[in-house]
């Protein structure tokens, strides 16, 4: 029903191409479908990092990633949308295999409750296996990869994943191992703070699950020690962190976004987005004419600052739209967004106009890190094909 | 010698027409001179107010504009720039006449000492006769206008001006008589606030001439009730508005300014000039590595705002820039300017550098409201003409 109202907004767009996420193969093991496109001869696979903490919009970034690079869909993606019946956790398309990192838990549910430790504790993940298989895959090599399963909390059988040209590690734990993430091509950190988590889990648990603010409260304060330990830690060495915080419109208002986009400077192909005139600071409220926007208001900020000792480029966006079409408004704005024509970051929201955050900040800066994930491929790739070509023509 | 310093800044543009403002003719009586261009058959003279009090700024406004609009000057100015010398305070340049209305004082300096009254108070000027000779003007006769020497403090004889395309009227009380500013078809207040005017003053007087402070503050608490009363009320009928404040940016700074062009909307043949994006609300700092500027900064603005209950759109500068042909920066980042090409507002900057305000928001916002005006007559003059080519292909 979701892909119906995505479709729905999809045909105001004339030009998009509409094949993307049709979920026909859904169910199929992603390692038996024939969709899955090989690495052509020679070609790496360009490997990308995205951490996180569970709930906080992983899935929906992988659904604006995939849809960004097109193709068929197979396989569902974890359990952020309470899709637990699946057989893998793994996201096939054309180009792309998503692999979830909660594959490589040490231990299935029952061997936690023995060792006392959460899946956020390094010790709970299997960092070896993990850096061995994506080297393989780097390598060209196919891999037999655990798989955990959500529902039972059990490790299933391992299933066979072929390198495809892009490869997404999506998890808790992206970037911990200091092995694993020299692999990364690139590295993306989504960061929700605290108290916006709370409101969503408020929202989720308590609006509509009927669970009590203290035991939601209560599950927060249990994880947090270990996520400010061990996750929290890779946000200073991603190149790009969506940052998702309270809104500055109005500190009354506990629903509202503002979402910044942190972009380091100096990060191999990637140069970053910014609003009308780079390296200067800007304060922008749209037109009101050009951009309805519900209380508080909506408000955009470019600068140059300084993260954990690095020089970035921020953009950000605090508040809402109500018209997601007026939002190529924006996207005028905007430059380097690695678009390939005027219009497409827009299409690509009306795509998934259903998914969460897609009014807001949040679907907006997610859909920017995807379209730079896609620059940064094809730079890569063209720059393998070159070196190839050379060493062809030399030899 | 300001002129060289003019034309030396003047040879790093190519394109600019090296002829305006060579004085080659000062000191010719204006209606004698060949250069003086009358008016074509039925046409219109376009007639512009610029309203401020004596020493802020008027005087370089009037240069910046003739020099947009070209041409050789016979004629100097008024006094502000101490050239009490002259014979006349008309300003006459191939398209333009500018006519001081200090011309128009009832009474002599003697005289107002008899009356006890201000040049600033109504009484002390004849609107009837500036009335008559604006009219004749507009209707393309020639006037015999008297002139009030500076110098003396006297009325000498009066001097023939012919009408030409463009009338300049400016001084203390362009837009104080309904009659008169009925006539006009633009107008442009200088808001030079109390503080700015307070600290120009004791930079030329105290610190130049070695007046003491009491008696600066003392001429300027005595004019301050008939300017109140006679010459700040004009600027709520202004087309637009300069405003000239002390900056926001460093509030021990007294020399620096905030300069803000208030641009009044639904103005006949005027589009207010806007940055980056029209009816949104901006705040700049341009980027330090395109746009060098000294302590305290930069900071440019834009946004709707409400003046005496008219619509308006301000463009702010607060701070100064190091560089002149940096401003091709800033020109870039400004649309409306009413420029005929690319860098033709940098150039008009680069061709008076030496004129005071050209390192900040004053010099910017005069080239802007030169640059309209010049816009408002083309745009007058193509409408006249197009309505007598309808007129004579009818009859």
Not at 339 to 360: C, I, R, V, W
């Amino acid at each position: 029903m979701k892909f119906t109202l995505s479709f729905t907004a999809l045909t105001t767009v004339a030009a998009f191409a509409p094949s993307a996420f049709t979920p026909k193969n859904a169910g199929v093991p992603a390692s038996t479908s024939s969709l899955n496109m090989a690495l052509k001869d020679g070609q790496t696979p360009v490997v990308i990092g995205v951490a996180a903490d569970s709930g906080c919009g992983k899935s929906t970034f992988m659904r604006r990633l995939t849809s960004i690079f097109g193709g068929d869909v197979v396989g569902p993606l974890g359990g952020g949308f309470g899709n637990g019946g699946w057989e893998t956790n793994t996201l096939v398309s054309d180009l792309t295999t998503v692999i979830c990192l909660d594959d490589y838990h040490s231990n299935d549910r029952n061997g936690r409750k023995v060792s006392g430790l959460t899946a956020l504790n390094p010790l709970e993940n299997n960092f070896d296996l993990m850096f061995e298989q994506i080297k393989a895959l780097k390598d060209g090599k196919t891999i037999s990869k655990p798989i955990y399963n959500h529902v039972n909390g059990t490790l299933d059988t391992p299933e066979t994943i072929e390198p495809t040209p892009i490869i997404i590690f999506e998890g808790l734990h992206p970037m911990h191992d200091e092995r694993v993430r020299d692999l990364l091509d690139f590295t993306l950190y989504l960061d929700i703070s605290d108290e916006v988590k709370l409101n969503w889990k408020i929202q989720r648990d308590m609006e509509e699950r009927g669970h009590s603010l203290e035991s939601i409260m209560a599950s927060i304060e249990a994880r947090k020690p270990d996520f400010d330990a061990y996750i929290d830690p890779q946000k200073k060495d991603s190149d790009v962190i969506i940052e998702v915080l309270p809104t500055n419109l109005d500190k009354e208002d506990k629903k509202t976004l503002n979402v910044r986009c942190i972009q380091k400077d100096g990060v191999v192909d990637f140069s970053p987005c910014y609003l009308f005139d780079q390296g200067s600071t800007i304060e922008w409220t749209p037109a009101p004419t050009k951009l309805s926007a519900p209380a508080p208001g909506l408000k955009m900020a470019y600068r140059s600052e300084q993260y954990f000792g690095r020089d970035c480029q921020v953009v950000e966006m605090d508040g809402s739209f109500d018209n997601l079409q007026e939002l190529v408004y924006v996207e005028s704005a905007l430059s380097n967004t690695k678009t390939k024509f005027y219009g497409e970051l827009t299409q690509a929201m009306l795509a998934l106009a259903d998914a969460p955050g897609s009014n807001n900040g949040t679907g907006l800066m997610q859909t920017l890190a995807a379209f730079a994930i896609r620059d940064i491929y094809e730079k890569k790739t063209a720059a393998a094909k070159k070196v190839k070509q050379e060493t062809t023509t030399s030899a």
